[in-house]
């Protein structure tokens, strides 16, 4: 059997997948067996974040794989401890807590929430507030968190807990938490699932303001928007806030398996000895890749993003066959006369590989791809919109 036969057969049928096998890649290239080339622009869903096999994060992880690929979280590791001081003094925050994924990363804020709210106030002070649209993850806690029904149908009884309500509406946020008395309320700045659809700046205020004045754990889920994809480290920094817990993984270790709940002052002794674990939590090997993916999102990259991004913004928004473009730095979303899926299609057709969210053409660059690449795409992006 070949790999498209094998993996239809044996892997889990819960991948929509496209009819692509990749072999191998260089930065914002990709290849298939055939040697046909496409350029990503997807990045691994917002992963790669410096794009395929590069070879400052390949230098990073060998260089750690030759030393110690994995030691259990009772001894430490030197990667661990210099990621989370290089988190915490990019951001504020105080501890960092690792895992593997973004749901892990939601998990353990959606933990950190609730112990601070019944350390304060006692039980009964447990209700995490979320919004209509968002997307925080697939397992059974993370999906009651997701303000998405169609996600939650086939899973009853997930964990109690969890109200959503209306984005952009502080009123009804104001109600919801009133009326359970809520420990957290957690955010996604832009829903990245959900359609690239961006909250209202005033909003986003107004939910801090509210939170602080009420002592309830603001969370912002960092996993698609973190670690540069908008043009700022985190996409919470657009909007002159800072949240009390941050989740992070996708770009965070450029292709490895790395998440991570940043956690504020005000919460730093919330978890405490065997409050929390995880067995490949803070593994050096994917640690020593953030490193140097981390180190490389500097002011200089970013606002190499922000550049890139205007001039896609105002390329999409003058071309025929795009009614509108939706997201912030290298997270856009593409509303397309054709269906989506058409325009993703004609896209693969012609070598340029993309997502797509809810009914847009979704655009998850690397944050390193070079302006002649991606003018390439743009120019194959705009022909299958028209
Ligand atoms: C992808 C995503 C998640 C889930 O991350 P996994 O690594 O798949 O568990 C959670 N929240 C947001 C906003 C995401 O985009």
């Known amino acids: 059997m070949n790999t498209k036969e094998l993996d239809k057969t044996y892997v889990a049928g819960t991948y929509k997948r496209f009819p692509v096998e990749i072999v191998s890649g260089k930065g914002s290239v990709v290849k298939d067996p055939s040697g046909k080339t496409y350029i990503d622009m997807g990045s691994g869903i917002g992963v790669t974040a410096f794009g395929i096999a590069d070879d400052v994060w390949q230098k990073a992880v060998t260089d750690q794989i030759s030393k110690v690929q994995h030691m259990s979280n009772l001894y430490y590791t030197q990667p661990c401890a210099e990621l989370a001081s290089m988190l915490c003094k990019r951001t504020g925050m105080s501890k960092v807590f690792f895992c593997n994924s973004g749901a892990e990363a939601n998990e353990c804020a959606i933990k950190v929430g609730r112990k601070y709210a019944s350390d304060r106030?006692?039980?009964?002070?447990?209700?995490?507030?979320?919004?209509?649209?968002?997307?925080?993850?697939?397992?059974?806690?993370?999906?009651?968190?997701?303000?998405?029904?169609?996600?939650?149908?086939?899973?009853?009884?997930?964990?109690?807990?969890?109200?959503?309500?209306?984005?952009?509406?502080?009123?009804?946020?104001?109600?919801?938490?009133?009326?359970?008395?809520?420990?957290?309320?957690?955010?996604?700045?832009?829903?990245?699932?959900?359609?690239?659809?961006?909250?209202?700046?005033e909003y986003i205020k107004e939910v801090r303001e509210f939170t602080e004045q009420n002592d309830i754990i603001m969370i912002v889920d960092e996993v698609q928007t973190g670690?540069?994809?908008?043009?700022?480290?985190?996409?919470?920094?657009?909007?002159?806030?800072?949240?009390?817990?941050?989740?992070?993984?996708?770009?965070?270790?450029?292709?490895?398996?790395?998440?991570?709940?940043?956690?504020?002052?005000?919460?730093?002794?919330?978890?405490?000895?065997?409050?929390?674990?995880?067995?490949?939590?803070?593994?050096?090997?994917?640690?020593?890749?953030?490193?140097?993916?981390?180190?490389?999102?500097?002011?200089?990259?970013?606002?190499?993003?922000?550049?890139?991004?205007?001039?896609?913004?105002?390329?999409?928004?003058s071309a025929p066959g795009i009614e509108s473009v939706s997201g912030m730095g290298f997270m856009i979303g593409l509303t397309t006369t054709k269906p989506a899926s058409e325009v993703v299609a004609k896209c693969m057709e012609n070598g340029v590989l993309c997502l797509t969210a809810k009914d847009k053409v979704r655009l998850l660059p690397a944050l390193n791809i070079p302006m002649d690449v991606l003018g390439k795409a743009i120019e194959t992006i705009k022909n299958a919109c028209v």
């Open 121 to 201: 106030y006692g039980a009964g002070r447990h209700t995490v507030i979320t919004l209509e649209n968002s997307f925080h993850g697939r397992t059974l806690t993370t999906l009651a968190a997701t303000g998405q029904d169609h996600y939650h149908e086939l899973f009853q009884p997930l964990t109690p807990g969890f109200v959503s309500v209306p984005a952009n509406d502080i009123d009804a946020l104001r109600t919801a938490a009133e009326k359970y008395n809520a420990a957290a309320v957690m955010i996604e700045c832009i829903q990245g699932e959900g359609g690239v659809v961006p909250l209202n700046a």
């Open 227 to 317: 670690n540069g994809r908008t043009g700022m480290l985190y996409s919470y920094m657009n909007f002159g806030i800072v949240p009390d817990v941050i989740s992070t993984a996708k770009g965070l270790g450029g292709g490895l398996p790395l998440g991570a709940t940043l956690i504020s002052d005000k919460c730093k002794d919330v978890l405490g000895f065997g409050d929390h674990g995880s067995t490949f939590g803070g593994n050096p090997v994917c640690c020593a890749g953030a490193i140097s993916i981390l180190s490389r999102i500097d002011e200089d990259l970013l606002e190499s993003v922000r550049e890139k991004s205007a001039w896609l913004f105002k390329t999409f928004s």
